[in-house]
T-cell receptor, first 115, second 110 residues
């Protein structure tokens, strides 16, 4: 079956703009998580969705938001972009409601550059 | 979730076994040990996980000490394609998020 698909792969935005990233999980997977990876902070958890509900959120400002649709596809949005938002944004999907019981499958990520 | 400690980097000769250690001395009884790796510029890849028993799959073996305070990931015959950052993560059964530390940068040397 197809893996986790993230679009677009690369994106360049200007400070102050907003951006929407998309993630299509593996078919049948209902949990979708988002992570930000930067050279300075490493991989950091943003939020997790299951059945269109956000169940957990990491320590990020309110400019970072997300949602999940009924088909489990997810989007994340970053408003009022800052230079520090430049990062690789990764989406992960898992089959079971609780990641602690099974593995998460990651997409290739979206490389966002803010100029 | 319990914190983990891993060496910053390790080298391994191609074809030899790579043994990557991880300390998780504050692990509790219902927390799993997970290993992921990230090859440069790609998304992390799941390798293996375990609770208390040793585990083996087609990629690797996971050895967990009896007191569960440490574990070792073993890649039996390392290849150049195994060069990556390896992350050891402790995760409770009710947790929804993976907390990645700095990991161990494994370099497989020809």
């Amino acid at each position: 079956k197809a893996g986790v698909t993230q679009t677009p792969r690369y994106l360049i935005k200007t400070r102050g703009q907003q951006v929407t990233l998309s993630c299509s999980p593996i078919s049948g997977h209902r949990s979708v998580s988002w992570y930000q990876q930067t050279p300075g902070q490493g991989l950091q958890f943003l939020f997790e969705y299951f059945s269109e509900t956000q169940r957990n959120k990491g320590n990020f400002p309110g400019r970072f938001s997300g949602r999940q649709f009924s088909n489990s596809r997810s989007e994340m949005n970053v408003s009022t972009l800052e230079l520090g938002d430049s990062a690789l944004y990764l989406c992960a999907s898992s089959e079971h409601p609780r990641v602690g019981n099974t593995e998460a499958f990651f997409g290739q990520g979206t490389r966002l550059t803010v100029v | 979730d319990a914190k983990t400690t891993q060496p910053t980097s390790m080298d391994c000769a191609e074809g030899r076994a790579a043994n990557l250690p991880c300390n998780h001395s504050t692990i509790s009884g219902n927390e799993y040990v997970y290993w992921y790796r990230q090859i440069h510029s790609q998304g992390p890849q799941y390798i293996i996980h375990g609770l208390k028993n040793n585990e083996t799959n087609e990629m690797a073996s996971l050895i967990i000490t009896e007191d569960r305070k440490s574990s070792t990931l073993i890649l039996p015959h390392a290849t150049l394609r195994d060069t990556a950052v390896y992350y050891c993560i402790v995760l409770g059964a009710g947790s929804y998020q993976l907390t990645f530390g700095k990991g161990t940068k494994l370099s497989v040397i020809p």
